[in-house]
Every structure is written in structure tokens, then in C-alpha cells.
């Protein structure tokens, strides 16, 4: 969704011609097509209230369009590997790189580089951290991309669009994935309460730092957190330990 389309205030695109894109990255890829019920899921959990969606057309010919979405291109990105994608240093590849003001960029060695985003709260009086992990096999010249939070991490280097990319199309995506995207928040325990189990978690003290008259609270991060939640949830891995939480249940989390 993110590689072919983008917000755009007062655009109007069909669902049909969205769901047509869609099928044309699929090729030579196996899997199931995306339905109109799953982007509808996929828009929601991308852009919120941003996008819309409504029936547009002379009565007898009308169709489902969304508002303020719009195509990026005229050819949408294909999952097929790309014979044009030969690889070049980190250096050159994202020497080109623009990341939004609150990222910034941190080169730890010529293969790999991190690009980070300062949060507005902190964990154990440590200040949390948003990192987005580029790194690049110097034999192959393959790359790899990682996003770390809260001391757990999540590969996006596996996802089939990121392989018809150049790797500096590839780090805009997984900025533009992570930007708008929910990220899991941990679940928050009433106080005095704590997770008793014998499953990897993290519990610590949480502090808005964008609210002073917010008093710190407790959250617990599962061990195995996925980051990538749906919005105004946890991620997978943390709607687990709520429920171990809620019902005493001996589920790995």
C-alpha cells in the first residue's frame, strides 16, 4: 500500500483501480488477492480518519472511491525481482537519503547505518528510542533492514516489495511504513499490579515527557513484542500477556 499509494488532500481514486494495482505486484508471487474488505483494513491501520471512503457515480453506475488517496505512479511496484537493482556501497546508495527533521541519521561503520527517532517518553527514566537498522552484506551487496524498539526488533528486509526496490527506495518505504504505522505501547497495569509469570517480559516505570501533569504509570512489554500494533493496541505478542494478565492464563506471550 505505502509503495504505491499516498495521501493526498482532495484526491479521489477508486477502489477498483487500488485492487487492480494490487494484482498486478502479485505476479509471479503466490498468495491469496487483496480483497476490498482487507483494504479497508490496510487504510484504516495506515492513514486513520485521514482517508475516507464513499460511493461516487450516476446511480445505476456507481463505484467505491477513497478520498484523499491517491496512486503514486502509473506502474505500480512489482514483487519480481529487478535486474536494474546492482549493488553500491551504503555511501552511494543513500547519498540522496531525506529523512523528516525529528530522524536523524547515525553512521556507525560504511556497511551499516541506523536512523533514529527520539520519543516522548521514557522507560525506567531511560528516554525511548525508534531505530531503523540498515545494514549491508559487504560480499553480496544484499541489505537488510531492521526496526528496534523498547529492546526488541522486527525484520522488514522478508517483505517481497522491498526486492524490486533500490536500496534507497527501500529505506524510504520502511520510514514511510514505520511513520505510519501504530506502534505498540505495552500494556499499562492498574497500580500495585504486575505480571506473575514465568514468560520473557519487561515491566518499568512509563513517563509521558510531552505531559507533565501525567504521573508514571506501569507497562509491560512482552519480550517477543512485534512493534507493529493496530491502532490504539498492542502488537500481537502483548495482546497475549493482557490476556495472561486478565485471566491468569498460562499462554507464552
Known amino acids: 500500500m505505502i509503495a504505491n499509494c499516498i495521501y493526498k488532500n482532495g484526491a479521489v481514486t477508486p477502489v477498483g483501480d487500488i485492487l487492480e494495482y494490487a494484482e498486478e ?3 509471479n508471487v503466490s498468495g491469496s488477492p487483496l480483497s476490498s474488505v482487507s483494504l479497508g483494513f490496510i487504510v484504516k ?8 471512503r464513499a460511493r461516487r457515480g450516476p446511480r445505476n453506475q456507481q463505484q467505491s472511491v477513497y478520498f484523499n488517496l491517491s496512486l503514486k505512479t502509473n506502474e505500480p511496484a512489482r514483487l ?3 535486474n536494474e537493482d546492482v549493488p553500491v556501497p551504503l555511501s552511494q546508495a543513500l547519498a540522496n537519503l531525506s529523512v523528516p527533521d525529528e530522524w536523524k541519521i547515525i553512521r556507525d561503520k560504511p556497511n551499516c547505518w541506523s536512523i533514529v527517532r527520539v ?6 527514566s531511560v528516554r525511548a528510542a525508534t531505530e531503523i537498522v540498515v545494514e549491508q552484506d559487504l560480499n553480496e551487496g544484499s541489505c537488510f533492514i531492521r526496526v528496534k524498539a523498547h529492546g526488541c526488533q522486527k525484520d522488514l528486509s522478508n517483505i517481497p516489495q522491498f526486492t524490486t526496490l533500490p536500496i534507497n527506495g527501500r529505506v524510504s518505504l520502511a520510514l514511510d511504513y514505520v511513520q505510519n504505522s501504530s506502534l505498540c505501547t505495552g ?25 507533565e501533569n501525567m504521573p508514571k504509570t506501569t507497562i509491560t512489554f512482552s519480550a517477543k513484542c512485534t512493534i507493529f500494533a493496530v491502532s490504539g493496541a498492542d502488537c500481537n505478542k502483548g495482546m497475549q500477556c ?5 485471566y491468569s492464563s498460562p499462554w507464552d506471550c
Open 187 to 211: 500494556i499499562s497495569l492498574p497500580e500495585g499490579e504486575s505480571i506473575q509469570a514465568l514468560v520473557p517480559h519487561v515491566t518499568g516505570s512509563f513517563k509521558d515527557l510531552g505531559n
Open 45 to 52: 491501520d495506515v492513514w486513520g480518519a485521514a482517508i475516507h
Open 80 to 82: 519480481n525481482p529487478s
Open 25 to 27: 505486484a502479485r505476479e
Open 119 to 124: 520519543e516522548k517518553w521514557e522507560l525506567n
Open 242 to 246: 493482557r490476556h495472561l494478565f486478565l
